[in-house]
């Protein structure tokens, strides 16, 4: 009876002993998959823009900066960033490159667009990308008081915003939203073709001079970016987005 007993108790300790081996092995080999992931995120970017980086950038650097940015998204080569690193490491304070004024619409990661991430460009959108009071001061706080070297106005084809400024829609806010777009519909009327919403050809024609008088009222309703301009601390430029190819074309 004794001896059984013994025998019993000495598989019981047996039986513990394996499970907790197995038990081992398992948390070492969930170990070891954290490590191979930790390992492999090594190639993610953790840093965000220095104000000494900033400081030491020049206009044209930004702007092929963005032109780069724009190859690598027409790519499908995005530049692997760990996001969460970097939210906290700009939390308490941001140094971008460029300021973007994109249009609302939803098809235009501006972000992406430019292979860009977390602290490296302000952006204001608004359709028809045009500029207002509130815009402008925008712009002025992003290169006067925190830095950036580039304005960015960027439009896109099938711009629904310039369509409904060419068809002089009339509803609610919108109206008077479109009052921004609708003198670049009169500049024009010398346009060699059908001047209506159904002409994408004439769309495409607008929406590049509607960017062009865009940059123009930024350095002639602001004396403050007009003279960083002026002494090359900034280039302000526009910019016309292709829906179905993903390309920028630099219009300066």
Known sequence: MKNT????????????????????????????????????????IEEVLTAEEQAALTPDEVLQSLKDGNQRFRNNDLTRRNHSTQVRKSALGQ?????????????????????????????????????????????????????????????????????????????????????????????????QGDRTSKNMAYITHVSKANVMNTVQNIKQRSPILKEMADKNEIKIVGAFYDMETGIVEFLE
């Open 5 to 44: 007993v013994m025998i019993n108790l000495a598989v019981w300790i047996l039986c513990l002993v394996l499970i907790s081996c197995k038990t081992a092995n398992e948390g070492n080999t969930e170990q070891t998959t954290q490590r191979v992931e930790v390992n492999q995120d090594k190639g993610l």
């Open 95 to 191: 140094y971008p490159k460029a300021v973007v004024l994109s249009c609302l619409d939803s098809r235009i990661p501006v972000e992406d667009v430019f292979d860009k991430g977390i602290g490296d460009v302000f952006v204001a959108r608004v359709a028809g990308n045009f500029v207002n009071e509130d815009i402008l001061g925008s712009m002025e706080f992003g290169c006067k008081v925190a830095g950036s070297k580039l304005i960015v106005v960027m439009g896109h084809e099938s711009c629904g915003a310039v369509q409904a400024a060419i068809d002089n829609v009339k509803m609610g806010n919108i109206t008077a939203m479109l009052e921004n777009i609708r003198p670049v519909v009169l500049q024009t009327q010398d346009y």
